[in-house]
T-cell receptor, first 114, second 116 residues
Framework: AQKVTQAQTEISVVEKEDVTLDCVYE???????LFWYKQPPSGELVFLIR??????QNEISGRYSWNFQKSTSSFNFTITASQVVDSAVYFC???????????FGPGTRLSVLP | DGGITQSPKYLFRKEGQNVTLSCEQN?????MYWYRQDPGQGLRLIYY???????QKGDIAEGYSVSREKKESFPLTVTSAQKNPTAFYLC???????????????FGDGTRLSIL
């Protein structure tokens, strides 16, 4: 079965702290795709990054970085020097190669306090 | 700008009433999806459509109906059979079933539905 787990329901940090959001996935497929989305208080989901199962290279984009480890089935997201505008719910999602749909994790609510 | 437009932003339903949520996209995407989000929870798939005139039930289709007569449009009707419709509804689209399958979903701004 395809499944995404985000064990952290809520995280609170003080501005400028680093924070890591965990994502663990389950799939039997050897080819699959992982995504992170941000949902700010306004409600829309904003796509942040995707990663293919055959590309384990980590990625950095400004203050955001992603650590993909197939050995532990994890695709963790780190925000460096967090800012108040980072406050949102973050979702990790999985799509497998022959699947029609996306499976979303339950989300992690991040609050960055000034 | 290309994107997904959902309307209305807020909607109120009376007991026994059907209501329809609109979703329009100009991204030329083949696939469209409807999700329901309850407070503090993740996304649950209601219906999806990979091509015009075809759609499939998701995990929580009971009490909902959809149509896909045009590529750009995928309206969702919340029927009176849905006894607990109060939620945030999100429409999404993606390129489709062909390769590359690493293309993300794009989301609308959502519709908040409440019971009067």
């Amino acid at each position: 079965a395809q499944k995404v787990t985000q064990a952290q329901t809520e995280i609170s940090v003080v501005e400028k702290e680093d924070v890591t959001l965990d994502c663990v996935y389950e799939t039997r497929d050897t080819t699959y795709y992982l995504f992170w989305y941000k949902q700010p208080p306004s409600g829309e989901l904003v796509f942040l990054i995707r990663r293919n199962s055959f590309d384990e290279q980590n990625e950095i984009s400004g203050r955001y970085s992603w650590n993909f480890q197939k050995s532990t089935s994890s695709f963790n997201f780190t925000i460096t020097a967090s800012q108040v505008v980072d406050s949102a719910v973050y979702f990790c999602a999985l799509r497998w190669d022959y699947g029609q749909n996306f499976v979303f994790g339950p989300g992690t609510r991040l609050s960055v306090l000034p | 700008d290309g994107g997904i437009t959902q309307s209305p932003k807020y909607l109120f339903r009376k007991e026994g009433q059907n209501v329809t949520l609109s979703c329009e996209q100009n991204l030329n995407h083949d696939a469209m999806y409807w999700y329901r989000q309850d407070p503090g929870q993740g996304l649950r798939l209601i219906y999806y459509s990979q091509i015009v005139n075809d759609f499939q039930k998701g995990d929580i289709a009971e009490g909902y109906s959809v149509s896909r007569e045009k590529k750009e449009s995928f309206p969702l009707t919340v029927t009176s059979a849905q006894k607990n419709p109060t939620a945030f509804y999100l429409c999404a689209s993606s390129i489709g079933t062909g390769v590359p399958r690493d293309q993300p979903q794009h989301f609308g701004d959502g519709t908040r539905l409440s019971i009067l």
